[in-house]
């Protein structure tokens, strides 16, 4: 079954148009075939959300979707989002608190983390309405396994982004 | 642990995918939030020789309120469950247990339909159906049925749908005025699958809950609608005493499945307290 | 651009919490993991491995795989043998320690599921591992050894048939007559420990490209690997190729913590297979075959049992470890190193006047273990703190008053440790007062003491912890491992003025890079960001250890010093005979060369240019080499002992057996902090991956040796929620040895973590009797403790 498909999709603003095999999972597409090596494979078996990426504007498991599944979609890597500036408030608080230290989370962590910033700013996610407690933004990160930090200054981060895009 | 090699259909309405699916004739798996199926792919436990992508079938989509019912689409994703207002006016049950579903990145993705046809017994959702009384519509090429949530979930990962088979909706009764409804789950993690859970719906009257539905989840076969707290509850005035003594009956209904979580009587105990919690919070707010 | 001020402040960076120089690069997806890397003509490797504990392989049939789409070549260990030698993982003090041969791919006999039989090598992962589902082998299935006890019934079938007996070491450490101090003393409480097999769990799972380049013979090993230079000389022995021709590379590695330090026979066979088709080989296992194959580690029992006398201080301590490792002892540390540690760490905060300790460690058909962060000494802590804690409930003495009882003090250091490991200074007293000061203990004792009233169970422990950091060569060499303990730096002094650094340290995440960048831009006098700081490439950097035993800072940091110190002399030895001024009288800050009162004389820029590419005019004999290399490792001391404590406050629902974790504490002492942003978060990834280990982790095989937690829903790893805000604080106790100060950090947060639940536990149940008795607490562990 040599099987490939035909797909058209954006990514990162690019249009591509090309084939893929039936069974390849989309980040083995993103980073493979794309050279997109920033989101990366932890478990592929969807817990650990190393993979995570954006399709059509929502954060999901890469490895749990197929490239073919993708086709007409828009989707946006940490390549991408990183360089339109969306998340330098962001990206600088982790460093500033040390929340990277072997890296390889935080792609998937940093996407999860925006959209997590983006939902509260509409008032979800939380159970007053206003802006999320940390144990609210814990559970929230709960879907992204990170080993080195022990969670705390990632916490730390999206928390001081949150009250910092709440004042402005 | 790449997935074996499969063939992959993405028709663009109901028919022609049940057209595949009687082609195939069992060969074929239905992918929609792919939540379940794709690790199970990348683990080769599944090798099904074809993929039948339903994503693109509208009619599968949406929630709407249906007369006295809610109708769920099965093609309708968790995320959308979770942020509806019609669940969250009509299905409060469904509105709590939504946020239990695995994370986010899966309730982007995961589908309602997807999580019943699946049928994993600890599955919240599967829980909720049977709590909540719904119905599930299966359409084929030749025919379309509806079975009630309760008969649907046979075994662990086993349901009534045949292969040829797909589940196209749910209809769930709504909230009554004077229903009440609890959940508690169990789990190591947020997250996890519970180890044991309860989900109920019961009316709250001066006397207190009538018409109990509590469903025990996560370490039966199949969701046990509890027969003992339904018959124990009505016209009893609840305190921690009488919660206790129900508890401990629909313990005892209990057959728990032993796992690396713990044997039979750890489960038994488990839900023991988590019934008795759960039916003084419903009876008491 | 390095700039030049009048009258610059001295700039001090060592101390400061200043974020890394990667940390841009990776979070915006740049970094560089071994899988992102691809090579011309590179293979993809997928292993067949064995589905059974113990067999012997009766015939392999290769056909039909070979034949299968986009395979190059199927490999089976007879074939791999001839180019491969077996890991035999020996400790020359130890003789009697047999280890079975471990071949790169199986021959004859496979001794744990998992064991890797043969190699597919095909255009795709997807390929291969599709037709290794095509090879097709007969096996006959032998009696597995799945327990300790199995093990070491008399009669027991070996786990390898190249074993006579299945315990690979028996090591006694006594001193003082402990028999008789049991006999008479006032209180003894006694007490039987589980720790439960784990294993690390890196994010980015193992990984490596082999890259055999047949013409002129050299090898070259991308790897995701912690000590580049120990799988050079593993590579280069085993394939029989000169050292010097074997080249390991770590690029960006996503996360160790010991996982990646030890020889693998499946990494040994993607290299042998590179060498054997003469194309790259592509490995990186999945993470089934992380859970599988990944060393394990810790699975232990202790009968521990500690005597007191009326006042509560330890008269004497007794512990009784079984440690149940593998099917083969690791390569090249060997699988004995975890077991000895958690009895020679039992006790080690305390004056103990008897002490016997044994350790056993036995084969089974599982997993090989080894080595995993904090090694056993987290086991010989939460024994050591629960013992003493059941003995203060006896006595009715307060939990921090035991301690203060029996710490040892200024008084009792140095000292030789019953189990024989040396202690310098200490400052176990302080960090308890600190710690109870920052926790509030008598607060949340009282806290405590007000909702047990109400049937709400909390409990309050503590883990003191000593720990051995810095390790030098007397950990391994009288082994006879073939692991340097030496750390090295190299310096270059380039033509604009701005500074490179090569280090024989590596770097997982930890932040040793800039620390060591810290220490070198402060004594040179330049900003940090004139420093660069290069790792992990074993052709390209000084040759030493890596990471392990926590040395980064403690070691590498010396050698950057070291380092940096006789670059400056050279500077100024050439701004000397330059600026015709006595060398002594120049100082090197804000980036020139300076005088006493501080006036800038020259840049350093220009100096840096005038010794590149003016020689010319400097006077013929002065010296214009702008490069130097120091390397070190502990003499005097065999480590740097460091200590600490830490605490846990947490809440038991009796009727359920859940754990919540409600707050954690840790006051620790490495000695100088050279850069406390890096150190804080080190201690608490530490702290929860030991949060971890004492409540989820666990690598649960059944009674046929068949591994039941091979994915990462079956086996649990913390995630955010659960986990509690951990509060960090520090005592500085410099290390007398270096110039530094710096003792290693990396470990003590996975060290004390365990300790501190166990203690919380303990007080949590003791009042309705129950005593926790196996790690990791699940809420099936928690209610059998309670008994029903």
Same mark, same amino acid.
């Given at each position: 079954?040599?099987?490939?498909?035909?797909?058209?999709?954006?990514?990162?603003?690019?249009?591509?148009?090309?084939?893929?095999?039936?069974?390849?999972?989309?980040?083995?597409?993103?980073?493979?075939?794309?050279?997109?090596?920033?989101?990366?494979?932890?478990?592929?078996?969807?817990?650990?959300?190393?993979?995570?990426?954006?399709?059509?504007?929502?954060?999901?498991?890469?490895?749990?979707?197929?490239?073919?599944?993708?086709?007409?979609?828009?989707?946006?890597?940490?390549?991408?989002?990183?360089?339109?500036?969306?998340?330098?408030?962001?990206?600088?608080?982790?460093?500033?608190?040390?929340?990277?230290?072997?890296?390889?989370?935080?792609?998937?962590?940093?996407?999860?983390?925006?959209?997590?910033?983006?939902?509260?700013?509409?008032?979800?996610?939380?159970?007053?309405?206003?802006?999320?407690?940390?144990?609210?933004?814990?559970?929230?990160?709960?879907?992204?396994?990170?080993?080195?930090?022990?969670?705390?200054?990632?916490?730390?981060?999206?928390?001081?982004?949150?009250?910092?895009?709440?004042?402005? | 642990?790449?997935?074996?090699?499969?063939?992959?259909?993405?028709?663009?309405?109901?028919?022609?995918?049940?057209?595949?699916?009687?082609?195939?004739?069992?060969?074929?798996?239905?992918?929609?939030?792919?939540?379940?199926?794709?690790?199970?792919?990348?683990?080769?436990?599944?090798?099904?020789?074809?993929?039948?992508?339903?994503?693109?079938?509208?009619?599968?989509?949406?929630?709407?309120?249906?007369?006295?019912?809610?109708?769920?689409?099965?093609?309708?994703?968790?995320?959308?469950?979770?942020?509806?207002?019609?669940?969250?006016?009509?299905?409060?049950?469904?509105?709590?247990?939504?946020?239990?579903?695995?994370?986010?990145?899966?309730?982007?993705?995961?589908?309602?339909?997807?999580?019943?046809?699946?049928?994993?017994?600890?599955?919240?959702?599967?829980?909720?159906? @049977? +709590?909540?009384? /719904?119905?599930?519509?299966?359409?084929? #090429? =030749? &025919?379309? $049925?509806? %079975?009630?949530? !309760?008969?649907?979930?046979?075994?662990?990962?086993?349901?009534?749908?045949?292969?040829?088979?797909?589940?196209?909706?749910?209809?769930?009764?709504?909230?009554?005025?004077?229903?009440?409804?609890?959940?508690?789950?169990?789990?190591?993690?947020?997250?996890?699958?519970?180890?044991?859970? @309860? +989900?109920?719906? /019961?009316?709250?009257?001066?006397?207190? #809950? =009538? &018409?109990? $539905?509590? %469903?025990?989840? !996560?370490?039966?076969?199949?969701?046990?609608?509890?027969?003992?707290?339904?018959?124990?509850?009505?016209?009893?005035?609840?305190?921690?005493?009488?919660?206790?003594?129900?508890?401990?009956?629909?313990?005892?209904?209990?057959?728990?499945?032993?796992?690396?979580?713990?044997?039979?009587? @750890?489960?038994?105990?488990?839900?023991?307290?988590?019934?008795?919690?759960?039916?003084?919070?419903?009876?008491?707010? | 651009?390095?700039?030049?001020?009048?009258?610059?402040?001295?700039?001090?960076?060592?101390?400061?919490?200043?974020?890394?120089?990667?940390?841009?690069?990776?979070?915006?997806?740049?970094?560089?993991?071994?899988?992102?890397?691809?090579?011309?003509?590179?293979?993809?490797?997928?292993?067949?491995?064995?589905?059974?504990?113990?067999?012997?392989?009766?015939?392999?049939?290769?056909?039909?795989?070979?034949?299968?789409?986009?395979?190059?070549?199927?490999?089976?260990?007879?074939?791999?043998?001839?180019?491969?030698?077996?890991?035999?993982?020996?400790?020359?003090?130890?003789?009697?320690?047999?280890?079975?041969?471990?071949?790169?791919?199986?021959?004859?006999?496979?001794?744990?599921?998992?064991?890797?039989?043969?190699?597919?090598?095909?255009?795709?992962?997807?390929?291969?591992?599709?037709?290794?589902?095509?090879?097709?082998?007969?096996?006959?299935?032998?009696?597995?050894?799945?327990?300790?006890?199995?093990?070491?019934?008399?009669?027991?079938?070996?786990?390898?048939?190249?074993?006579?007996?299945?315990?690979?070491?028996?090591?006694?450490?006594?001193?003082?007559?402990?028999?008789?101090?049991?006999?008479?003393?006032?209180?003894?409480?006694?007490?039987?420990?589980?720790?439960?097999?784990?294993?690390?769990?890196?994010?980015?799972?193992?990984?490596?490209?082999?890259?055999?380049?047949?013409?002129?013979?050299?090898?070259?090993?991308?790897?995701?690997?912690?000590?580049?230079?120990?799988?050079?000389?593993?590579?280069?022995?085993?394939?029989?190729?000169?050292?010097?021709?074997?080249?390991?590379?770590?690029?960006?590695?996503?996360?160790?913590?010991?996982?990646?330090?030890?020889?693998?026979?499946?990494?040994?066979?993607?290299?042998?297979?590179?060498?054997?088709?003469?194309?790259?080989?592509?490995?990186?296992?999945?993470?089934?075959?992380?859970?599988?194959?990944?060393?394990?580690?810790?699975?232990?029992?202790?009968?521990?049992?500690?005597?007191?006398?009326?006042?509560?201080?330890?008269?004497?301590?007794?512990?009784?470890?079984?440690?149940?490792?593998?099917?083969?002892?690791?390569?090249?540390?060997?699988?004995?190193?975890?077991?000895?540690?958690?009895?020679?760490?039992?006790?080690?905060?305390?004056?103990?006047?008897?002490?016997?300790?044994?350790?056993?460690?036995?084969?089974?058909?599982?997993?090989?273990?080894?080595?995993?962060?904090?090694?056993?000494?987290?086991?010989?802590?939460?024994?050591?703190?629960?013992?003493?804690?059941?003995?203060?409930?006896?006595?009715?003495?307060?939990?921090?008053?035991?301690?203060?009882?029996?710490?040892?003090?200024?008084?009792?250091?140095?000292?030789?440790?019953?189990?024989?490991?040396?202690?310098?200074?200490?400052?176990?007293?302080?960090?308890?007062?600190?710690?109870?000061?920052?926790?509030?203990?008598?607060?949340?004792?009282?806290?405590?003491?007000?909702?047990?009233?109400?049937?709400?169970?909390?409990?309050?422990?503590?883990?003191?912890?000593?720990?051995?950091?810095?390790?030098?060569?007397?950990?391994?060499?009288?082994?006879?491992?073939?692991?340097?303990?030496?750390?090295?730096?190299?310096?270059?002094?380039?033509?604009?003025?701005?500074?490179?650094?090569?280090?024989?340290?590596?770097?997982?995440?930890?932040?040793?890079?800039?620390?060591?960048?810290?220490?070198?831009?402060?004594?040179?006098?330049?900003?940090?960001?004139?420093?660069?700081?290069?790792?992990?490439?074993?052709?390209?950097?000084?040759?030493?250890?890596?990471?392990?035993?926590?040395?980064?800072?403690?070691?590498?940091?010396?050698?950057?010093?070291?380092?940096?110190?006789?670059?400056?002399?050279?500077?100024?030895?050439?701004?000397?005979?330059?600026?015709?001024?006595?060398?002594?009288?120049?100082?090197?800050?804000?980036?020139?060369?300076?005088?006493?009162?501080?006036?800038?004389?020259?840049?350093?820029?220009?100096?840096?240019?005038?010794?590149?590419?003016?020689?010319?005019?400097?006077?013929?004999?002065?010296?214009?080499?702008?490069?130097?290399?120091?390397?070190?490792?502990?003499?005097?001391?065999?480590?740097?002992?460091?200590?600490?404590?830490?605490?846990?406050?947490?809440?038991?629902?009796?009727?359920?057996?859940?754990?919540?974790?409600?707050?954690?504490?840790?006051?620790?002492?490495?000695?100088?902090?050279?850069?406390?942003?890096?150190?804080?978060?080190?201690?608490?990834?530490?702290?929860?991956?030991?949060?971890?280990?004492?409540?989820?982790?666990?690598?649960?095989?059944?009674?046929?040796?068949?591994?039941?937690?091979?994915?990462?829903?079956?086996?649990?790893?913390?995630?955010?929620?659960?986990?509690?805000?951990?509060?960090?604080?520090?005592?500085?106790?410099?290390?007398?040895?270096?110039?530094?100060?710096?003792?290693?950090?990396?470990?003590?947060?996975?060290?004390?973590?365990?300790?501190?639940?166990?203690?919380?536990?303990?007080?949590?149940?003791?009042?309705?009797?129950?005593?926790?008795?196996?790690?990791?607490?699940?809420?099936?562990?928690?209610?059998?403790?309670?008994?029903?």
């Amino acid at each position: 079954m040599a099987e490939r498909i035909e797909i058209a999709l954006t990514v990162n603003g690019a249009a591509v148009r090309t084939s893929v095999p039936a069974r390849q999972h989309l980040s083995d597409f993103l980073r493979t075939t794309l050279g997109l090596t920033g989101s990366h494979l932890g478990c592929e078996h969807g817990v650990c959300g190393a993979c995570s990426v954006r399709l059509d504007g929502c954060v999901v498991r890469g490895c749990l979707i197929l490239a073919a599944q993708a086709d007409g979609a828009v989707v946006e890597t940490i390549e991408g989002v990183a360089e339109s500036g969306e998340i330098d408030d962001l990206h600088d608080a982790f460093i500033a608190r040390n929340a990277y230290q072997c890296g390889f989370c935080a792609p998937g962590m940093l996407l999860t983390a925006a959209e997590v910033l983006a939902e509260s700013a509409g008032g979800a996610g939380t159970a007053g309405g206003g802006l999320m407690t940390r144990d609210e933004i814990r559970a929230a990160l709960s879907g992204n396994l990170c080993r080195c930090t022990g969670y705390q200054a990632i916490l730390d981060a999206v928390e001081a982004v949150m009250l910092s895009r709440a004042k402005a | 642990m790449k997935a074996p090699p499969f063939s992959y259909l993405r028709p663009e309405d109901l028919d022609a995918a049940l057209e595949v699916l009687a082609a195939h004739k069992g060969d074929a798996v239905v992918l929609a939030g792919g939540q379940s199926l794709m690790p199970s792919l990348a683990l080769r436990l599944a090798r099904p020789a074809a993929l039948v992508d339903i994503n693109r079938i509208s009619q599968l989509t949406g929630i709407e309120l249906r007369g006295d019912r809610v109708r769920i689409g099965a093609l309708a994703r968790h995320c959308e469950i979770a942020q509806s207002d019609l669940v969250a006016s009509h299905l409060p049950l469904l509105r709590t247990a939504i946020g239990h579903v695995g994370h986010r990145g899966v309730r982007n993705r995961g589908t309602f339909g997807g999580s019943l046809a699946n049928g994993d017994p600890a599955a919240e959702l599967v829980a909720c159906a @049977v +709590a909540l009384d /719904a119905t599930v519509q299966l359409r084929s #090429l =030749r &025919d379309e $049925r509806r %079975v009630a949530a !309760g008969d649907f979930f046979q075994s662990p990962l086993e349901t009534d749908r045949r292969p040829d088979e797909i589940l196209t909706e749910v209809l769930v009764p709504a909230r009554r005025p004077d229903e009440v409804f609890g959940f508690r789950e169990l789990s190591r993690r947020t997250g996890d699958f519970a180890m044991v859970g @309860v +989900a109920a719906r /019961a009316r709250l009257l001066e006397a207190g #809950l =009538r &018409d109990l $539905r509590l %469903v025990v989840f !996560g370490c039966e076969a199949r969701p046990l609608l509890s027969k003992a707290a339904a018959r124990l509850v009505e016209g009893t005035p609840m305190d921690e005493a009488s919660a206790r003594q129900i508890a401990a009956a629909v313990a005892q209904e209990m057959d728990p499945m032993a796992d690396l979580a713990g044997d039979a009587s @750890v489960k038994r105990r488990q839900a023991r307290a988590l019934v008795a919690r759960l039916l003084m919070e419903m009876a008491h707010g | 651009m390095p700039r030049e001020e009048q009258n610059p402040p001295s700039e001090t960076l060592i101390g400061k919490p200043l974020p890394r120089a990667e940390a841009r690069r990776l979070g915006a997806g740049r970094g560089t993991y071994v899988d992102d890397i691809s090579l011309p003509g590179m293979l993809h490797m997928a292993l067949l491995r064995s589905p059974y504990a113990h067999a012997r392989i009766i015939a392999i049939d290769t056909t039909g795989a070979a034949a299968a789409p986009g395979v190059h070549r199927v490999i089976t260990g007879a074939e791999m043998a001839g180019v491969c030698q077996p890991l035999v993982a020996k400790l020359d003090f130890a003789p009697g320690m047999i280890s079975a041969p471990q071949h790169a791919l199986a021959v004859d006999e496979v001794a744990w599921q998992g064991e890797a039989v043969c190699a597919v090598l095909a255009a795709s992962r997807a390929q291969a591992e599709d037709a290794a589902e095509l090879i097709e082998v007969s096996w006959r299935e032998l009696p597995v050894v799945a327990t300790p006890a199995a093990a070491l019934a008399p009669g027991a079938p070996p786990v390898h048939s190249a074993l006579e007996s299945n315990l690979a070491l028996e090591m006694p450490l006594s001193s003082g007559d402990v028999e008789a101090v049991f006999e008479e003393a006032a209180v003894v409480v006694e007490h039987d420990f589980a720790f439960g097999r784990q294993t690390g769990v890196s994010l980015e799972t193992r990984a490596l490209i082999a890259d055999w380049e047949p013409h002129g013979r050299s090898l070259k090993v991308h790897q995701s690997h912690q000590a580049p230079f120990q799988m050079q000389d593993v590579y280069a022995r085993h394939l029989d190729l000169p050292e010097h021709r074997v080249r390991v590379i770590a690029p960006d590695v996503g996360g160790a913590f010991g996982v990646k330090l030890h020889a693998y026979a499946d990494e040994l066979a993607a290299v042998a297979a590179s060498v054997m088709t003469g194309r790259p080989v592509k490995y990186v296992a999945d993470r089934w075959e992380a859970l599988l194959a990944d060393i394990h580690a810790r699975e232990m029992t202790v009968a521990g049992r500690l005597a007191l006398d009326a006042e509560g201080r330890i008269v004497g301590l007794s512990v009784d470890v079984l440690s149940a490792v593998g099917a083969y002892s690791i390569y090249p540390r060997t699988s004995v190193g975890e077991g000895i540690q958690a009895a020679q760490f039992a006790g080690l905060p305390y004056r103990v006047p008897a002490f016997w300790g044994r350790v056993r460690v036995v084969y089974q058909n599982k997993a090989p273990t080894g080595a995993l962060r904090a090694v056993g000494m987290p086991v010989g802590c939460a024994v050591t703190e629960t013992l003493l804690d059941m003995g203060a409930v006896r006595l009715g003495l307060d939990a921090a008053e035991i301690r203060r009882r029996n710490y040892l003090g200024s008084a009792d250091l140095p000292a030789k440790s019953p189990g024989g490991l040396e202690l310098g200074p200490l400052s176990l007293d302080a960090c308890l007062e600190k710690l109870l000061v920052r926790m509030d203990y008598d607060g949340l004792r009282r806290q405590q003491a007000e909702l047990r009233k109400k049937g709400i169970w909390r409990g309050i422990g503590l883990a003191t912890f000593v720990e051995q950091t810095g390790v030098g060569a007397g950990l391994y060499g009288p082994a006879g491992v073939r692991v340097s303990a030496q750390e090295g730096c190299t310096l270059r002094l380039d033509p604009s003025g701005l500074v490179r650094c090569t280090t024989s340290v590596t770097d997982q995440g930890q932040g040793t890079l800039t620390g060591i960048a810290q220490v070198v831009a402060e004594t040179l006098g330049v900003r940090l960001e004139e420093v660069t700081v290069e790792a992990g490439d074993g052709g390209a950097t000084p040759y030493g250890g890596g990471t392990w035993a926590s040395r980064g800072l403690a070691l590498g940091g010396e050698a950057g010093l070291l380092a940096a110190r006789d670059l400056r002399a050279r500077i100024l030895v050439a701004a000397g005979a330059l600026l015709q001024r006595p060398a002594d009288s120049l100082e090197l800050a804000g980036g020139a060369i300076r005088a006493a009162d501080g006036a800038s004389l020259m840049a350093l820029s220009e100096l840096a240019r005038i010794v590149h590419f003016r020689q010319d005019t400097l006077p013929p004999d002065a010296g214009f080499e702008m490069m130097v290399s120091r390397h070190f490792v502990p003499r005097r001391t065999p480590y740097f002992m460091a200590n600490g404590i830490q605490a846990s406050y947490l809440e038991v629902d009796v009727e359920t057996g859940q754990i919540l974790l409600l707050g954690h504490w840790v006051v620790d002492d490495c000695g100088r902090v050279v850069n406390p942003l890096q150190v804080d978060e080190q201690l608490r990834g530490g702290i929860v991956q030991g949060l971890g280990a004492v409540l989820y982790e666990h690598c649960i095989y059944d009674d046929q040796g068949q591994l039941l937690t091979g994915t990462l829903a079956d086996y649990m790893v913390p995630l955010a929620s659960e986990m509690p805000d951990i509060d960090v604080a520090h005592v500085e106790t410099p290390v007398a040895e270096t110039e530094l100060g710096a003792k290693g950090v990396g470990e003590a947060g996975m060290l004390g973590a365990p300790g501190a639940v166990w203690t919380a536990l303990h007080d949590a149940l003791a009042p309705l009797g129950g005593v926790p008795r196996a790690q990791p607490f699940t809420p099936a562990r928690v209610l059998e403790a309670l008994g029903e």
